[in-house]
């Protein structure tokens, strides 16, 4: 496989394994309904830190994940600020915001991706998928990153995306799509059996023959190739006989086609002439191949995303955001790669589309699917979460309507009698002037166009639903065990340590504190004797004794058992005597010395 190789690479490499763990905090006020960690998430803070924090509980647990990184266009900056511990990262480091003019913003395009797509990766269920949309500007680098971390044998495909309909006069090829690599975290072949077609709509669909079963459509009643049994003479009800086309045959036998007959599921087009077709039902009608071409009727434009989003917030004169993705689009995602009850994360949320989406798929075919966001931008609340709000509880637009009332070429012969037109406007003011709250007349092209135009109120109703908004606390430093500074929280630590030793999410519904119990995976249970007090850490009580191993061992004597405790009055080989299948893993360095199962 081709390695993509870039500045900084070496230093960032695993930087994932060295970002501290932060826990969530809650904040009430600013989410919908009873605080639920493991429920619907807005987090502010650096994604980085975010999907860290995210893995103690979310491991392996994400089905879908959709993210809009930076475009990286160079014409607007954005910042490199991970962190990274290196002299020759920091020099290059410290030219932000990165433009244009920065020779090597590719490579710092790489070295933000770089760890985010790792921890992204760690998150993602084993039959999850991965979404990402990039332009020109990066698409092949995130090509190149998504074959080394996932496997190039885990590319699903790449999808065209018809972002704009309008042309960009200035850009010496208008561009006119963005596009969507998809990857999946099991071999394609595996991760097709479980993604969904997509629904097929209703256009075309009518009833010219007044069928009982109501509106229908058609499809050729002809396969592919040459099948013995399926070549024969077809009549027509007018005489016509037909052969199959060819290089084909038809659709069936010769018996299952006089069984559709009979059942008036055959169509003959051209006034009875034509070859038949066999008519399908929309509830009937499979569901479609997704394609690698998703045209803007279908999925929606960034500009009619920008126009959605101002309706929203009509009461805003404007909003700072330039391109946001149509939730339609992410909608698309949500059919093809989710299931009702499946956990959705974006990392990058920008004005909160995904949550959208989700919200808006769970109204249209009754799902429980969750989502998780991450924003660090100071908008976070005011734009990403205050979007989700209005969405779940209805918000009211108040805008303008427009309807246009007349349009005329102006030319010369229009010159030579103004009059004409001066009349005809004066006509449209008296006929319609009452119906709208002003009449506006402007030259456009070298055209008149007259529109009415009302202001108008109207309530949206919500998509129902709850959130909860956070941020990210204090990193969970263990060497503060031995200072005694900056102690976290039991079950913060907890989180770290239970996902660290086994490599799986920590599940809140197993932990007990009061037994000091954390969970267990495939036959382990993980223990922790722990208090955020430095005296009682420094007590007998903090200690695992022989009396506690056995209590321990006792509570199931078939599993085996990892207890971290600051210290230990027992030895491995007296717990190894007495047949006790508990494992002592000493704090504040366990998270190091504790090797996954």
Not at 38 to 55: M, S
Not at 87 to 109: F, Q, T
Not at 309 to 329: C, G, Q, R, W
Not at 494 to 500: D, E, K, W
Request: aromatic share 10%.
């Amino acid at each position: 496989m081709t390695e993509l190789n870039f500045k900084g690479k070496e230093f960032v490499y695993n930087h994932h394994l060295t970002v501290p763990f932060r826990p969530l905090v809650p904040h009430a006020e600013k989410g919908i309904g009873p605080i639920a960690l493991g429920g619907n998430l807005i987090i502010q803070g650096d994604n980085l830190h975010a999907l860290k924090a995210l893995l103690p509980m979310y491991a392996g647990k994400v089905d879908c994940i959709f993210i809009d990184p930076p475009y990286n266009t160079g014409n607007a900056g954005w910042s490199y600020n991970d962190n990274v511990n290196a002299p020759m990262i920091k020099e290059w480091m410290n030219a932000i915001p990165i433009g244009i003019e920065d020779g090597l913003r590719h490579d710092k395009w790489c070295a933000m991706m770089w760890p985010r797509l790792r921890l992204l990766y760690e998150l993602l269920s084993e039959n999850g998928s991965l979404w990402m949309t990039l332009d020109d500007n990066e698409v092949h680098r995130g090509r190149c990153l998504l074959d080394e971390i996932f496997g190039e044998e885990c590319s699903v495909g790449q999808i065209a995306w018809q972002k704009r309909t309008s042309r960009e006069n200035r850009a010496t090829l208008s561009p006119s799509i963005d596009h969507v690599l998809v990857y999946s975290k099991p071999l394609p072949e595996t991760w097709k059996l479980r993604r969904n077609l997509l629904s097929p709509t209703t256009d075309g669909y009518s009833n010219p023959d007044k069928d009982p079963n109501g509106e229908w459509a058609s499809i050729p009643f002809s396969a592919q190739g040459f099948r013995k049994d399926q070549v024969y003479p077809i009549t027509t009800p007018t005489g016509v006989v037909h052969r199959p086309p060819k290089g084909r045959c038809w659709g069936a036998t010769e018996p299952e086609f006089e069984k559709y007959k009979l059942k008036n599921l055959v169509y003959w087009p051209k006034n009875g002439n034509g070859k038949p077709r066999i008519k399908q039902y929309p509830e009937t009608a499979k569901g479609l191949v997704p394609s690698t071409l998703w045209f803007s009727s279908e999925v929606g434009t960034t500009e009619l995303s920008k126009k959605e989003l101002m309706e929203i917030f009509s009461d805003k004169e404007a909003l700072d955001f330039h391109a946001p993705k149509p939730p339609k689009l992410i909608q698309r995602v949500i059919e093809i790669a989710t299931t009702s009850d499946s956990l959705v994360l974006d990392s990058f949320a920008g004005t909160g589309s995904t949550a959208h989406a989700v919200l808006a798929q769970n109204q249209i075919d009754g799902g429980r699917r969750n989502f998780i966001i991450a924003e660090m931008e100071h908008y976070a609340d005011e734009l990403t979460a205050e979007r989700v709000r209005r969405v779940i509880g209805g918000y009211t637009f108040n805008g303008t309507q427009k309807t246009e009332l007349l349009r005329e070429k102006v030319g010369w012969r229009t010159l030579e009698k103004p009059n004409r037109l001066r009349e005809k406007v004066e006509a449209i003011e008296s006929l319609h002037g009452h119906e709208y709250d002003r009449i506006k007349k402007d030259v456009k092209d070298d055209e008149l166009i007259v529109t009415g135009e009302k202001s108008v109120k109207v309530k949206t109703e919500g998509l129902g639903g709850s959130f909860t908004y956070c941020t990210l606390g204090d990193p969970v430093e263990m060497d503060a065990v031995l200072s005694g500074k900056n102690l976290p929280a039991y079950e913060a630590l907890a989180s770290v340590l239970f996902n660290t030793a086994t490599g799986q999410a920590f599940d809140p519904a197993q932990f007990d504190e009061a037994k000091s119990y954390l969970g267990e995976v495939a036959g382990r249970h993980v223990w922790l004797l722990y208090r955020p007090d430095m005296e009682w850490l420094k007590s007998p009580d903090a200690a695992l004794t022989l009396a506690r191993a056995k209590a321990i061992a006792d509570s199931d004597k078939q599993a085996s058992h990892l207890v971290f405790a600051p210290a230990r009055y027992v030895s491995q080989k007296m717990l190894s005597d007495e047949k006790l299948r508990v494992e002592f893993a000493p704090l504040p360095f366990a998270l190091y010395r504790v090797e996954r199962t």
